[in-house]
């Protein structure tokens, strides 16, 4: 799915995530604290945008390839990029055809999947290329935070939905698709996951200080999900 915010605004909205509360200060912190130790560890990070997830896992010692649909993220951290770093483009919903079988420890994929309409394809890429007990490790959209943007008010229904979001100081229009848990998790098992960490968020101090109002609401209503899934 093509987003003009990632493709048409993507240095501006490189530049807002580096500090912004949503992902600066609670999705990364929150993706990051589930990775397990990383020195010498080949790391495929997945809508890598402009590589704020790929840096952190370089600076942890992983060897890092990085995908994203977009060419102007690409560029973005392929300028930014101080170590060893393969980062190419790819529309991962299609899987993952240039990467070897079993060839990573750990796969991340900071909110992306829910641009992705059917996730067979990818989850099922993702286990071709990783080892044996090898991680997936994700973020995604709450079903239940999505679920106040519901056209059809179907909880169970896979919906795509429209908003404008602000990330960037003026509105941008996103589209991305709502889907219930059994349809999230059906994606994992049929994938020959198995599910071995799920968490909510956690919300950091400094999001208060910052802005109360959003930290009473991220402590009070589900927002994210992040799972950790683990290669039989």
């Known amino acids: 799915m093509n987003n003009k915010l990632y ?5 501006e909205y490189s ?3 580096k500090k912004n509360i949503y992902n600066a200060l609670f999705e990364r912190p929150s993706l990051q604290a589930m990775l397990p130790d990383l020195k010498g560890k080949t790391v495929l990070d997945l809508g890598c945008g402009s590589g704020e997830h790929s840096r952190h896992l370089q600076s942890k010692g992983a060897n890092v390839t990085a995908i994203d649909i977009s060419q102007t993220m690409i560029d973005l951290i392929q300028k930014q990029n101080q170590g060893s770093l393969k980062a190419y483009t790819q529309d991962i919903s299609k899987g993952l055809p240039n990467e070897l079988d079993e060839s990573f420890d750990v796969v991340i994929s900071g909110l992306t999947i829910h641009y992705i309409k059917d996730l067979t394809p ?3 890429d993702i286990n071709r290329v990783l080892k044996k007990e090898g991680k997936f490790i994700f973020s995604t959209h709450h079903p239940v935070f999505d679920l106040k943007s519901s ?3 179907n909880y169970f229904e896979q919906e795509l939905i429209t908003q404008e979001w602000d990330v960037i100081d003026e509105p941008v229009e996103v589209s991305f698709y709502r889907r219930p848990l059994t349809e999230l998790f059906s994606a994992i098992t049929r994938a020959d996951f198995c599910v071995t960490g799920l968490n909510e968020g956690m919300v ?3 999001i208060q200080k910052l ?3 959003t930290y009473k609401r991220l402590t009070t209503k589900p927002c994210f999900l992040f799972i950790e899934c683990t290669k039989k």
């Open 204 to 206: 950091q101090n400094e």
């Open 15 to 17: 530049e807002a995530i």
């Open 122 to 124: 990818l989850f099922s």
């Open 7 to 11: 493709l048409d605004y993507a240095p």
């Open 151 to 153: 056209i059809s008010g």
């Open 211 to 213: 802005n109360p109002a």
